[in-house]
């Protein structure tokens, strides 16, 4: 191929050209100066290179700044198109051959690279000798130019090159080359000349420019220093190298790519100049700035941390943030018992906000309209609103879904703050329905976080049926709308926290075991019992067992029935350890109960025992919190009978039908239920206080070690608080002694049946230091021992005592957790907190046992696909028997873990960690690994390969209604809901599970699951499988399809129609097939079609319901459309008045540009295998 002589990438590829002199020149030299070189520059030319007597490479730099392009340094010495050519290459065998080939080279002698540091080389040129060695006596030919060593300065950028030979050939010169480019008479002198002559003429300046650019390459080459070693040791760090990267530093690499921006974020967000009065600790300060973020994006966040750690100062300093700063209307939703609290604190702050009581949100007639337009709504203890059937959660939905669910200042979607620290009490549908006020029913609110239905989320999280499991599953959803820290966490992440100036002390929880003897207090009936309550079979919980044959019978309801008698069972099993009293008024209530159910079964009637119960309960005497005295058990019939409206309401309730059932096999058993309930009851009735060993053993304990000191008592049930109460008070001469021996302490009992007056004062005056009311210390008001139900473990700060009883059994050590840290406060004055739990010595492990066999056969029947979330709140976990174990032995670590359990898992300690490890050396050391290293280790029974992408998404418009709203404007970018300039960086972790499946179609994207598998420490061992044992390649090629198809199905379900409830579909269905009726409006119906085309809260669904069987029933048309109307209507009425929900914004709405993640934008970050 003939030399052109200029080279630009459009006539004439400069790859061609190289490649074809090249080719004519092995064994001989080659200088190249250039600023880039990358490996596809060196793919192009390999072949020519190897066949080099002798190579330089000097390379150079640009004038950009690595920061504005992203790149990294190695050291000091930027090596920038190199870098990110490697790191956005994709990871595949021929690449990786290719870096291979490339380091053997560089490391061959003939070959060698220097770098000039001098100052900025942008010069690019080619030299070619005709010597074989170094020595460069004879420059032959020269392309200098704009062209890098690199694919695209030598294939398809515009680039401008020209060469310059030592010997050109006649034909290059003669007469007819230059035709038109000299005059005539030149041309004729030129013609003139022997071809000797005119190449010696013609080669000259070539010469002579080749010579000059020869020493100018020479002198540069002198000013440089050598880069060879450096640029091997470069590329075999890169993921196409072979250098050996440790667990330690792809578990640190992971962490810190993936909280990159966090950090970011904080660097550049200095401290705020925004006045404050509320005062936050550190760990405080960094919940309300990802509370913040969370809220721009979702509109609602969820507090979750710790009891104890001050949720109500985080909810106090976004309040300040949006009802000061901005002027937003706010309302605070709380306990009764909280109110005043909130009052005396808002009012502090100088923040207007309505507070409103859970109490007044839960009455039937509950209106809206005061508040309906409000902006934000912070709902303190948000777990209260976990039952979506109950009256103040539909009145709340209303609430939320008033006005368009835009706030009347902002117009902007309303804000939802939820303070709990036990978002999950009884299963993972709590948190979902809790959740549900802010997403508005709107299933696929979290498409763009990767969960196009959050009910079927959730239902799959439940599966793991058990409570820490399903946490974990929902730790994906948990990091985007929830902030949870254990005091654990806290302490070790934050051990120099401080709280208006002063160091925050934790002090030591301290567990001890207090035993009594049970067996003591009955007396040769403990077996008795024990045998009599295993034997009941409470026949009207389980009516679907005695259908006749031939009947047929509902299985998950029978399934459910079973569970319910288990339950029951160990429930009284839990009363019988609790106390004598309330075991006895649970005897007493199952035989009411029975009898009652006895004397209308004798009539042939069959009451559903959930309709049987309303009706008990309507005369005030099934619940089981209920006072009240021993009296000998009869039958309620004739007292239902005797009340008129008892008796009225008792014959609205459905019977059933008794042709259906075997009555007289059912009546066999209800006889034989009575029959032992009656032993039981003849048993325990003459059983007095004076016998009571329990009871005895805390008199004991009060007037013994404990005397003097501030004791708070808790126990599950109200009939034992009062009992407890009335024999510590009595008159009779006994208590009278045990009162004077216990230094005469102010003894005050606290339940359910206390008003919220009442409850205040209770508080105030048993600590009334933490409550602002020293004046009240010292004084007779100033209460020594409170005896409590669970009413008083929530909210409530009572710091000033230090010693705390658990009366009876952990049946659920998530209590424990919650009563401890109404105690456990920052603020505490005391070093060690002493929790102390009564344990039977004797019996035990027969009462443990029992419950333990009928908390395994519920979860069997669980398991089994036949129960529903509603009969599984008193279900003891497995985990809790062992649990119970540990805090009878006084294991002080057990209160700690328990705390773990009870909080959602959250990544917090992986961004603590590495903020304790981030110093600025290190953190250079981070970013100085390159993208694509790999190690693994050895995990028991883990087989699999973790892989770490990463995406820049596009930049999309605001979706409808939202963007980046007026709010965070005005809040400013001091954490407060603002983006640094990388948070588009789209994160993927995906964990290739081996062992549950070796062709690896297992999938797994749990980031809390995959953070278990890779954290490691420093001296953990680097374990990598052969190439024969795992195709690493195949592996990545699976997940990198999975991504992809996550990707375009996420985008699916944004674009597509919302999840809708079925009624809404059927209503829309009827309503179409009148759009043309002439006696109907159509643009009435079209408007209801408008609003039934978008998600409604649960409220509205029933309301729906409720009116098309109304419609069937009637025909009515009119009726329906009203009904519509008022479901979706702007306004707003008492009780039944709602806001539209229809135009909702939603955080996965019209957003345009949202196209899906494709495999070349996604960069391999790094890569662990998990081996055995």
């Given at each position: ?37 990358n ?47 490697l790191?956005n290459?994709?990871?595949n ?9 490339l380091?053997a ?8 690279v220097r770098?000039?540091?001098k100052g900025?080389?942008h ?22 130019g ?17 060469s ?10 003669g ?14 002198q ?18 002579l ?15 440089s ?6 640029l ?15 667990p330690?530093?792809?578990y ?9 921006d ?12 925004v006045?404050?009065t509320?005062e ?14 969370i ?12 009891v ?8 106090k ?8 700063h ?18 005396n ?8 906000a ?5 109490e007044m949100?839960?009455q ?12 934000l ?14 009256q ?11 006005n368009?669910?835009?706030?009347g ?6 804000k939802?703050?939820?303070?709990t620290a ?16 802010f ?19 959730f ?18 959803l948990l ?19 401080t ?24 007396s ?20 679907e ?7 047929n019978?509902?299985?998950?309801e ?7 008698v ?6 009284y099993?839990?009363r019988?350890?609790?106390s ?18 006895e ?9 559903d ?16 919190e ?64 004076a ?8 008199k ?26 009335r ?21 005050r ?10 409850r205040?004062?209770l508080?105030?005056?048993f600590?009334p230091?933490?409550n602002?009311?020293p ?11 409170m ?23 952990h049946w659920?050590?998530t209590?424990?957790?919650q ?6 406060r920052?603020g505490t004055?005391?070093?060690t907190?002493?929790?102390?739990n009564m ?9 443990l ?7 395994n056969k ?6 089994a696909?036949?129960?529903d979330?509603?009969?599984?709140g008193?279900?003891?976990h ?6 119970l ?15 773990q359990?009870?909080?959602?898992v ?9 903020k304790g490890i ?15 290293i790999?190690?693994g280790?050895?995990?028991e029974?883990a ?26 404007n ?6 407060n809901?603002s983006?640094s ?11 290739v ?13 749990n ?6 598998l890779?954290?490691c ?34 985008v ?19 309503l179409?097939?009148?759009?043309n009726?002439p ?11 408008d ?6 809260p ?12 109304e ?5 009515k048309?009119?009726?329906?459309l ?24 939603s ?10 993640i494709k ?5 391999l970050?790094?890569?662990d295998?998990?081996?055995?």
């Open positions: 191929m003939q030399i052109p002589f200029v080279i630009d990438n459009q006539q004439h590829k400069m790859a061609e050209v190289l490649s074809s002199i090249l080719a004519q020149h092995h064994g001989k030299s080659l200088d190249i100066a250039t600023a880039y070189f490996v596809g520059g060196w793919q192009l030319l390999r072949d020519g290179l190897k066949g080099l007597g002798s190579f330089r490479l000097l390379l150079g730099d640009e004038p950009e700044a690595g920061a504005d392009l992203g790149l990294r340094e190695i050291g000091a010495k930027p090596v920038k198109g190199l870098i990110r050519d790191a290459s994709n990871f065998p021929q690449i990786l051959m290719l870096v291979e080939d380091i080279f560089l490391r061959s002698e003939n070959v060698e770098r000039y540091t900025f080389l010069a690019k040129c080619y030299l070619f000798y005709s010597g074989g060695g170094f020595d460069r006596l004879t420059p032959v030919a020269a392309i200098v704009s062209s890098n060593f690199t694919r695209p300065g030598l294939t398809t950028n515009k680039e401008l090159n020209l310059h030979r030592a010997n050109l050939s006649p034909e290059e010169i007469p007819e080359q230059v035709k038109g480019l000299l005059e005539s008479p030149e041309r004729k030129l013609a003139l000349l022997g071809d000797t002559e005119r190449l010696l003429a013609s080669n000259v300046p070539g010469v420019a080749i010579n000059e650019l020869s020493q100018w390459y020479d002198r540069q080459w002198d000013d220093h050598d880069f060879k070693d450096e091997i040791e470069l590329l075999d760090a890169s993921k196409f190298g072979r250098k050996e990267y440790t330690y530093q792809v640190l690499k992971s962490v810190f790519e993936y909280f990159r966090e950090l970011d974020a904080d660097a550049e967000n200095g401290p705020t100049n006045r404050s509320v936050l600790s550190e760990f405080q300060e960094d919940a309300v700035k990802k509370a913040r973020k809220l721009a994006r979702y509109d609602g966040v969820m507090i979750a941390d710790s104890g750690l001050g949720k109500t100062w985080i909810g300093k976004l309040l300040e943030d949006y009802a000061y901005l002027r937003y209307k706010a309302v605070v939703i709380c306990p009764a018992a909280l109110r005043k609290m909130w009052e604190e808002l009012y502090q702050a100088s923040i207007t309505r507070i409103i009581t859970q949100v839960g039937e007639g509950f209106d809206i309209r005061e508040v309906q337009d409000a902006d709504v912070l709902i303190d203890e948000s777990h209260n609103f976990r039952n979506k059937n109950a103040r959660y539909e009145n709340l939905e209303r609430l939320l879904a008033a368009n669910r835009r706030g200042s902002s117009g902007e979607r309303k939802v703050i939820l303070l036990t978002p999950i009490n009884n299963t993972v549908l709590d948190l979902y329905h809790q959740v549900n006020l997403t508005g029913g709107d299933r696929s609110y979290f498409a763009a976080a990767g969960i196009g239905d959050l009910y079927k989320y239902i799959a999280a439940r599966r793991a049926n058990r409570q820490q499991d399903t946490g974990i599953a929902l730790f994906n990091e985007e709308i929830a902030i949870r820290r254990t005091r654990p966490f806290i302490k070790l992440a934050y051990p120099n926290a709280i208006k100036g002063e160091k925050i002390s934790w002090p030591e929880r301290k567990l001890k075991t207090i035993r009594y003897n049970l067996e003591a207090t009955y040769g009936i403990y077996k008795l019992i024990v045998s009599r309550v295993e034997s009941l079979r409470l026949t009207p919980y389980r009516l067992t005695y259908k006749k044959q031939g009947v019978r509902d299985q998950f029978e399934g459910r029935e079973e569970a319910l288990g339950i029951f069972k160990s429930r099993l839990k019988f350890e609790s004598i009293d309330a075991f006895r008024i649970s005897v007493r209530r199952a035989l009411e109960f029975l009898e009652t159910f004397s209308y079964l004798m009539e042939d009637k069959v009451l025992s959930t309709s049987f119960q309303k009706a008990m309960r309507f005369l005030a005497r099934e619940d089981e209920d006072d009240a005295t021993t009296t000998t058990p009869g039958t309620l019939s004739d007292n239902l009978d005797a009340n008129a409206e008892a008796r009225k309401y008792i014959e609205t309730l459905p019977l059933l039908d008794a042709s259906k059932y075997d009555l007289k096999r059912l009546h066999n058993d209800l006889r034989k239920d009575v029959k032992a309930l009656q032993e039981v009851w003849q048993a325990i009735e003459p059983i007095k206080p016998q009571d060993a329990k009871l005895n053993r805390l004991e304990l009060l007037a013994g070690e404990l005397k003097g000191q501030k004791v708070l008592l808790f126990t599950y049930y109200k009939d034992t608080a009062r009992y407890i109460y024999e510590l008070c009595s008159a009779d001469a006994g208590a009278v002694e045990w009162r004077e021996q216990a230094g005469h302490p102010n003894i009992r606290m339940d359910s049946g206390a008003d919220t007056k009442e205040a004062t508080v105030a005056q600590a230091v933490a602002g009311q004046n009240l210390a010292g004084t007779d008001k100033e209460v020594d021992i005896i409590s139900t669970d009413v008083l473990s929530e909210g409530q700060n009572l710091q000033d005592c230090g010693v705390l009883i658990n009366y009876d059994l659920n050590p209590r424990m957790v009563r401890a840290g109404r105690i456990d920052i004055s005391f070093d907190l002493l929790i102390q344990f039977p010595d004797d019996g035990l492990e027969d009462l046992g029992l419950v333990q066999s009928l908390s519920i979860a069997s029947i669980d398991q696909g036949l129960l979330a509603s009969v599984l008193e279900v003891v497995p985990q809790n028997f062992n649990t174990r540990r805090i009878e032995e006084e294991d002080g670590r057990v209160v700690e873990e328990q705390e359990f009870v909080e959602l959250s990544s917090e300690f992986m961004l603590q960690t590495l981030l110093d600025d050396q290190k953190r250079q050391m981070l970013e100085d690994l390159p993208d694509g790999h190690s280790l050895a995990r029974g087989k699999g390969v973790f892989f770490y992408f990463m995406a820049e998404a596009e930049n999309k418009k605001p979706r409808r209604g939202k963007g980046k709203s007026s709010s965070q005005q809040l400013g970018s001091n954490g809901g983006s300039n990388k948070s588009n960086r789209q994160h993927f972790w995906r964990y599970n081996l062992a549950d499946d070796p062709k690896g179609e297992k999938i797994e994207d980031r809390y699951l995959i953070t278990n890779i954290q420490q420093p001296d953990t061992p680097r374990i990598v499988p052969t190439d024969f044992e795992v195709d690493i390649f195949a592996l990545q090629e699976k997940v990198i399809a999975s991504i992809v198809q996550s990707a375009v199905e996420q699916a379900v944004e674009e597509a129609p919302k999840i809708l409830d079925p009624i809404q579909q059927t209503i829309a269905t009827t179409r097939g009148y759009i009726n006696t109907v409006s159509r643009k009435e119906v079209i408007a209801a079609l609003k039934l085309n978008e998600p409604q649960g409220v509205y669904i029933k309301a729906l319901r409720k009116a098309y069987d419609f069937r029933a009637s025909g048309l009119e009726n329906l009203n009904a519509v109307k008022s479901v979706a209507g702007a306004d707003a009425s008492p009780a039944t008045g709602v806001g539209a929900a229809d135009n909702q914004p955080p996965t709405d019209s957003e345009t540009n949202n196209s899906p495999r070349e934008d996604l960069r970050i790094c890569f295998y998990i081996w055995q």
